[in-house]
Every structure is written in C-alpha cells, then in structure tokens.
C-alpha cells in the first residue's frame, strides 16, 4: 500500500545544490525557498553576481554565466519544477 505513495526522483538536478552545497534532499521547506530564491535572483543576473560567487547550473553543469538569457530561464524554471517535485515527493 505505502509504496504506490513513494516516488523515485527521476529529475534533471545533476549537482549538490549550488547556493549552499548540499545535497537537494537535503534541504527543508523554508531552505529550498530560499535557495530557489536565490538561484532566480542569480541565474537572472549573472553578471551582476557571477564576480562574487560563480555559480554552476544544476540543471546542464554549466556556469550561468555561460547560459543565454533563454537557456538561463529555461534551467530556472526546470530547476524550480523540479526541486519542487523533490521536495513535494518526500
Ligand atoms: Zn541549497
Ligand atoms: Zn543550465
């Protein structure tokens, strides 16, 4: 019975989370938001905060800085959906 409700993650999340370095699952609600937050303010702006700490895409390993503004909001939003999948699947 209990297992129909356990979902395998199947996502695209690649690496620890880039804000804090944890693992994804790692994270609680209240760390999540934030982290996602953060992501968002960065990954749309990364020359702004690419000179004070560089982040990694978590969705293709590349450097945000490296993204175009399309693929940029593409890992965004991929990113999101699925640290929200992961979050909502435990
Ligand atoms: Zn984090
Ligand atoms: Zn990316």
Known sequence: ML??????????????????NKEMNEHNKSQIEKCL???VREAKNPVAYASINPIKCPECEKQMLDHTV????ECVNQFIADAYFLFNSK
Request: aromatic share 16%; with cysteine; proline share 8%.
């Open 70 to 73: 399309s693929e940029a909001n």
């Open 3 to 20: 297992k129909h409700w356990i979902v395998i993650y199947n996502g695209m999340i690649k690496t620890p989370c880039p804000l804090c």
């Open 37 to 39: 937050w953060k992501f």
